[in-house]
């Protein structure tokens, strides 16, 4: 009779299932659109390494320049959804070294440093080896203790994707005729890809706009129409266009270094 009782409450007993695996948890959709955008990012760097392999350079820079705005695109809508992960940060920084890194690299070679033959593998390796350089820099900071509100403002170094903006700018001034061709001025390119991969390691202050996240109500007309005015002259002037930023960029190296001092000394005191 006792064994019997038993076997009931036995039966009777609810059913305990086993936790749910981590691996199969459902994953937030605000997780996932950021990281598409990433692998897009890289589909396009990619594509862009193949065409400059196939002499079609000037497919292979709208591939980058694809790439560092799905770049841009990406951080900031996973900032804005909550989506930021440890995953996301780690297939961010692995498409950039990919996207910003190697081909860039690979398409200065085949365009012009090729001429210079292992010297001008070299350069490459140094613009690559630079770009990975600037990557693990950036990684290692995201860990570190804060840094000071106005410092936020501000990378150390050259960031990647202006590296590979700046890297290709040889390329455009070939495009636009002011080059006939990349081998002739292969040794002056070498000197300037050199000084782009030096940049991106360097410890140099320069302005990041992270820190921007509202403008004055007076200035959103003028700057949404700014906004628009570059895209439409980057689509019918992909090349003028790219030269003029290229050259801007460099201008403003200077003046992020003069504002940095200016902002450290003034926090200093």
């Known amino acids: 009779m006792a064994k019997r009782s038993t076997l009931q409450a036995d039966q009777n007993a609810p059913v305990i299932t086993p936790a749910q695996p981590s691996s199969f948890r459902p994953i937030p959709i605000r997780y996932v659109l950021p990281n598409v955008l990433t692998l897009m990012a890289l589909c ?14 000037e497919l292979a820079v709208a591939g980058v320049i694809l790439a560092i ?13 909550q989506g930021t992960s440890r995953f996301g940060e780690e297939l961010d920084s692995l498409a950039d070294f990919v996207n910003f890194g190697v081909a860039p690299a690979i398409m200065v070679y085949f365009w012009s440093l090729n001429a210079l033959r292992t010297f001008g593998w070299v350069v490459c390796l140094m613009l690559a080896i630079g770009c990975a350089l600037r990557l693990a820099r950036f990684n290692v900071a995201v860990d570190s203790p804060a840094k000071p509100a106005w410092a936020g403002g501000y990378f150390t170094g050259m960031p990647a994707p202006a590296g590979a903006l700046l890297a290709m700018a040889p390329l455009y001034l070939g495009f636009l005729g002011v080059i006939d061709e990349g081998h002739p001025f292969a040794k002056t390119i070498s000197v300037y890809e050199i000084l782009i991969a030096v940049l ?70």
Do not use: Q
């Not at 396009?44 to 079609?56: L, N, W």
């Not at 390691?201 to 921007?212: E, H, L």
């Not at 129409?225 to 190296?253: C, D, K, N, Q, R």
């Open 200 to 269: 991106m390691i360097s410890r140099i202050p320069t302005f990041s706009g992270k820190t921007i996240a509202r403008i004055p109500r007076e200035f959103f007309l003028p700057i949404l129409a700014a906004m628009a005015s570059f895209v439409v002259f980057l689509i019918s002037y992909p090349w003028e266009t790219l030269t003029v930023l290229s050259a801007i960029y460099l201008l403003m190296l200077p003046v992020g270094v003069i504002s940095y001092r200016r902002k450290k000394n003034a926090n200093s005191d």
């Open 44 to 57: 396009s760097g990619v594509t862009a390494i193949r065409f400059a392999v196939e002499g079609k350079f």
């Open 69 to 81: 705005f799905l770049d841009a695109v990406d951080g900031r809508l996973a900032r804005y959804l």
